[in-house]
């Protein structure tokens, strides 16, 4: 096995915006990393997940591409009467 070819593994302390902070070993080049989210703050891990209202979309889409599709579909049955 070659020697020196493989990075640093070293501790890293890695700290979150929501103030939690944890030591694990990495290849990153500083000694300290600082992350936007974890798993003490995501909302799939702590059971907070906010709800975002979707009411209205399929009536959005329907609006926006609704329209093209019921020509589509009717130009796709007289095609078949044809045939």
């Known amino acids: 096995m070659r020697q020196d070819i493989h990075p640093d593994y070293h501790q890293v302390k890695v700290t979150c915006t929501c103030g939690n902070a ?21 909302p799939f891990y702590t059971g907070e997940q906010k709800i ?21 579909a009717e130009s796709k049955s007289d095609t078949e009467d044809i045939a």
Do not use: M, Q
């Not at 944890?22 to 995501?42: M, P, Q, R, V």
């Not at 975002?52 to 589509?72: H, L, M, Q, R």
């Open 52 to 72: 975002i209202d979707t009411e209205g979309t399929v009536e959005k889409f329907n609006k926006k591409f609704g329209a093209s599709t019921k020509k589509a």
């Open 22 to 42: 944890f030591t694990t070993k990495s290849t990153y080049s500083n000694d300290s990393l600082s992350i936007e989210i974890c798993a003490k703050c995501h």
